[in-house]
C-alpha cells in the first residue's frame, strides 16, 4: 500500500508510532500529484517545498510526542481561502496575483496542528457554478471518468481527495459546493452549520449563505477535520459561540432511538433511477441499524432554486464591488480616468458567470425591484426555514439524494445557466435555513460514476449527522475507494 | 420580455461593467430566463412574513472597542498594482 492511499485516521496511527514519517507521506501525495495531475487537474499551484518543510517540523513535533491529531497529514484547501504568502486566486483573473497578507482563520487552524499543506486547489470563479468549469485556470476532471465534470464549485478539492493526491481538503459550500462534488467524485463531504466554523479569510461570495467544511475519503476523517476547524471566532462577527463536541465520539454503530426523515418533495419525478435506488438503499441500511424512518414534507422545496438565484447573487453583487483595481488584483492597462478604471478592471477581470450574476443582483437590489425579487426572496427563505423546523419536531436526520444525476459530460450545459441551477435543488435549502448537511458516498451508477447520499440535521447537530452517516458508511462499505488513473 | 437590452445596459452601468456586443446579444436572454424563472415566488403570499436575513443569528455581535494591532502599511500595499510607498496611485480625480 502507498502511503498516499492510507486514510488520516491510518496514517496518524502509523506517524505515532514511527513507521512513517510525514516527509514520506508529504512525498508520497506529492509524487501522486506529479503522476496524475496533469490528467485530474486538482491543483492551481502545488507548494511543494512549503510542505516539506512543514513535514519536517511536524515529524519533530511527533517524534517529541506532541503530536495533533492532523500533525503531518498533507491535505489541500480551496484556492478562496487565504494562505499567508501563497497566492489565492479564486480562480479569478481578478485575483490571478494576490499574496494575501494573512491566513483564513481555518488556515491558522491547521497550522497551529502542524498539517501540511500541499497545495490551493481548483474551483469555479468565486465559487460560482456547479462543475468547476467557470475556472479562469485549470478545470478539474472527475476521477471516476476521463471528460466529466468533477462537481463544483469545490471540484479541486474534492478530485485532490478522491484521486488520493492529498488525504483531506477543506472546500466552501455556498449551495451545494461542498456536497455536490463529494457526492459526484465519491467521497465525504460537509457543509457545517452556518456559524460553526469561522468565515475570517474566505474571500466572501454569499455571506449569509457561505461556510467552510472538510471533504475526506471517509466519515472517520471528516470528523477529525471538523473537530480542527470548528469553534467561535471573534474576527467572524456570524460566528456563534457554541460548544464544539469532540465529533469522533459520535461514530458508533446503531442507531436504536434516532429518526430519519424522507421528504416526498425530494423524491420526484426528475431523480434519476439509480439514484432514487442507492438512495433507498441508505433508507434500508438505516432500518437494519435500528433507526425508525419517518415520512415528512417539506413543502417549499420547489422555491429553493428561485429565492437561492436571487439572494446568492444579490449578496455577491455587493461583495464583489471591492474588485475595482485599487488595492489588489487586477487593473487595466492605460485607463483614461478612474471610472473608466473601475469598468475595465471589472470588465477584464471577470468571467461570463461573475458577471451574469453580478448583474442579476444588481437587478434585484436597485430602486424599485427591491421590494418585488430581494424582499420577496428573503420572505420565502423564511418559510423554507420554518419547513425544516417543523420537520425537526418529528426526526432527527433528513435523508435524501444529493444530486438529481451522477456526474455528467463537460460541457453539457453549454449556454444555459438555470439548467445548471436547477441541479442544485436539492443541497440549496441548507444553505437557506443555515443547518448542516453532509454527502456520504452511496453507490455507483451502470456507467460507474459514484452517487452520495445527502443527510440534513438541525442546527448544531452535525454529531447525528456524524453518526448516521458512519452508519451508512459501515452499512455500504465503500468508503476509501480509489478510481484508477 | 422582464429585461430589455437598454435595462441590461443600465444595470451594467451601476455594477460598473461595461458590456462587450458579445456580452449584449447574449445576457438579456439568459437573464430574461432566470428573472422569468424566480418570478415563480409570486405564487406564495408573503403578508405578513418576517424576511430572513440570516438563518441563525442569535444576538448582534458587540464588542470592547480596543486598539488592536493593525496590518503593516507595507504589507496593506504590497498588492497595490500601483503603489508609492505610502499610498495606493490612481488616475487623476480632478
Known sequence: ?485 | MNITTQEVKHVAGLAKLNLSEEELEKFPGQLDTILSYVAKLDELDTTGIAPTTHAFSKQNAFREDEVQDSLPREDALANGPNQNGEAFVVPKII
Open chain 1, 1 to 485: 500500500m502507498n502511503p498516499y492511499e492510507l486514510s488520516i485516521a491510518q496514517a496518524r496511527t502509523e506517524l505515532d508510532k514511527g513507521t512513517l514519517t510525514s516527509r514520506e507521506l508529504t512525498t508520497s501525495c506529492l509524487d501522486r500529484i506529479k503522476a496524475v495531475d496533469s490528467t485530474v487537474n486538482s491543483f492551481l499551484l502545488v507548494t511543494e517545498e512549503e510542505a516539506l518543510q512543514q513535514a519536517d517540523i511536524a515529524d519533530k513535533r511527533i517524534a517529541e510526542g506532541n503530536a495533533a491529531p492532523l500533525s503531518g497529514i498533507p491535505l489541500a484547501v480551496k484556492d478562496l481561502l487565504c494562505t499567508k504568502g501563497v497566492t489565492t486566486t479564486c480562480g479569478s483573473k481578478i485575483l490571478e496575483n494576490f499574496v494575501p497578507p494573512y491566513d483564513a482563520t481555518v488556515v491558522e487552524k491547521l497550522k497551529e496542528q502542524d498539517a501540511v499543506l500541499v497545495g490551493k486547489a481548483s474551483m469555479d470563479e468565486f465559487a460560482m457554478g456547479s462543475t468547476s468549469e467557470n475556472c479562469a485556470f485549470a478545470v478539474p476532471d472527475n476521477p471516476w471518468k476521463a471528460g466529466y465534470v468533477a462537481g463544483g464549485s469545490s471540484g479541486g478539492s474534492a478530485s485532490s481527495v478522491s484521486a488520493m493526491e492529498c488525504l483531506g481538503s477543506l472546500g466552501s459550500d455556498t449551495g451545494g459546493s461542498i456536497r455536490q462534488p463529494a457526492s459526484l467524485c465519491g467521497i465525504v463531504g460537509m457543509k457545517p452549520t452556518y456559524g460553526r466554523v469561522s468565515r475570517y479569510g474566505l474571500v466572501a461570495f454569499a455571506s449569509s449563505l457561505d461556510q467552510i467544511g472538510p471533504m475526506n475519503r471517509d466519515v472517520t476523517d471528516a470528523a477529525m477535520m471538523m473537530n480542527a476547524i470548528s469553534g467561535f471566532d471573534p474576527r467572524d462577527s456570524t460566528s456563534v459561540n457554541e460548544d464544539v463536541p469532540d465529533f469522533t465520539a459520535s461514530l458508533t454503530k446503531g442507531m436504536k432511538g434516532l429518526k430519519v426523515g424522507v421528504p416526498a418533495e425530494y423524491f420526484t419525478d426528475g431523480l434519476d433511477a439509480e439514484v432514487a435506488k442507492v438512495v433507498e438503499n441508505g433508507i434500508q441500511i438505516f432500518k437494519d441499524a435500528g433507526a425508525e424512518i419517518v415520512n415528512i414534507s417539506l413543502p417549499h422545496t420547489e422555491y429553493c432554486v428561485a429565492v437561492y438565484y436571487l439572494i446568492a447573487p444579490a449578496e455577491a453583487s455587493s461583495n464583489l464591488a471591492r474588485y475595482d483595481g485599487v488595492a489588489y488584483g487586477y487593473r487595466a492597462e492605460d485607463p483614461e480616468s478612474l471610472l473608466d478604471m473601475y469598468k475595465e478592471t471589472r470588465s477584464q477581470g471577470f468571467g461570463d458567470e461573475v458577471k451574469r450574476r453580478i448583474l442579476i443582483g444588481t437587478y434585484a437590489l436597485s430602486s424599485g425591484y427591491y421590494d418585488a425579487y430581494y424582499k420577496k426572496a428573503s420572505q420565502v427563505r423564511t418559510l423554507i426555514l420554518q419547513d425544516f423546523q417543523k420537520a425537526y419536531e418529528s426526526c432527527d436526520v433528513i435523508v435524501s439524494p444529493v444530486t438529481p444525476t451522477p456526474a455528467w459530460k463537460k460541457g453539457a450545459h453549454g449556454d444555459d445557466p438555470l439548467a445548471l441551477y436547477l441541479s442544485d435543488i436539492l443541497t440549496i435549502s441548507a444553505n437557506l435555513a443555515g443547518i448542516p448537511g453532509i454527502s456520504v458516498p452511496g453507490g455507483f451508477s451502470s456507467a460507474g460514476l459514484p452517487i452520495g447520499i445527502q443527510l440534513q440535521g438541525p442546527h448544531f447537530r452535525e454529531d447525528s449527522l456524524f453518526k448516521a452517516a458512519y452508519n451508512l458508511e459501515c452499512g455500504t462499505g465503500i468508503a476509501n475507494k480509489c478510481p484508477e488513473l
